[in-house]
Nanobody, 116 residues
Framework: QVQLVESGGGLVQAGGSLRLSCAAS????????MRWYRQASGKERELVAT???????NYADSVKGRFTISRDYARNTLYLQMNSLKPEDTAVYYC??????????WGQGTQVTVSS
């Protein structure tokens, strides 16, 4: 059974940094495509970053150059390093695994609030 547990969110001033973690069980995060999404209040969930099994990464234009997705094989954990945070980055952040049959697995989310 796949379980994803995010942590690391919080309140930070604009320009600050946070590192989100997504601890996984039931899958090996380094073997699959893993994603970070976010959902701001009143908005649709949007894709923030993707990492594929070979390590290639992709980012939304809005976070490119500021966010870095990575993973730790030994800890079986996905990370999102967020630097130069802006108020518009305020959202609930979710890690995601999409199984071969299209089934999506989500964590409970972690709130990130950036004050101006």
């Amino acid at each position: 059974q796949v379980q994803l547990v995010e942590s690391g969110g919080g309140l930070v001033q604009a320009g600050g940094s946070l590192r989100l973690s997504c601890a996984a069980s039931g899958i090996i995060v380094s073997s699959y495509v893993m994603r970070w999404y976010r959902q701001a209040s009143g908005k649709e969930r949007e894709l923030v970053a993707t990492i594929i099994s070979g390590g290639t990464t992709n980012y939304a234009d809005s976070v490119k150059g500021r966010f870095t997705i990575s993973r730790d094989y030994a800890r079986n954990t996905l990370y999102l390093q967020m630097n130069s945070l802006k108020p518009e980055d305020t959202a609930v952040y979710y890690c995601n695994y999409r199984r071969y049959d299209g089934a999506d697995f989500w964590g409970q989310g972690t709130q990130v609030t950036v004050s101006s």
